[in-house]
């Protein structure tokens, strides 16, 4: 069993960036591949980023490249979303899963409450 708990987010303008935190807690979370998803009202759960358990291998939603990055530290049981030029269409509620490095959410079984993310234009 694992625990996830998200921080960071918060209200940014266009442009702007946010730096997601995702605490895990569990004998074996640091051995845990891990991603992050997202959610905006009316919306179905969508992909955003993964990263195997060694941080080795980064995925990414395509329309997401170059303005999102991903990390961990194995060290702290943390696991990072950089979120870099963000846009109004950004804004949603970002989760944290464990487990796979899987794009559909229904693969996951370990969540975090969420952060809420909310850029403004």
């Known amino acids: 069993q694992v625990q996830l708990v998200e921080s960071g987010g918060g209200l940014v303008q266009a442009g702007g960036s946010l730096r997601l935190s995702c605490a895990a807690s569990?004998?074996?979370?640091?051995?845990?591949?891990m991603s992050w998803f997202r959610q905006a009202p009316g919306k179905e759960r969508e992909f955003v980023a993964a990263?195997?358990?060694?941080?080795?291998?980064?995925y990414y939603a395509d329309s997401l490249k170059g303005r999102f990055t991903i990390s961990r530290d194995n060290a702290k049981n943390t696991v990072y979303l950089q979120m870099n030029s963000l846009k109004p269409e950004d804004t949603a509620v970002y989760y944290c899963?464990?487990?796979?490095?899987?794009?559909?959410?229904?693969?996951?079984?370990?969540w975090g409450q969420g952060t809420q993310v909310t850029v403004s234009s």
């Open positions: 569990g004998r074996t979370s640091s051995t845990y591949a």
């Open positions: 990263i195997n358990w060694s941080g080795r291998n980064t």
């Open positions: 899963a464990a487990g796979s490095v899987a794009q559909k959410a229904n693969e996951y079984l370990h």
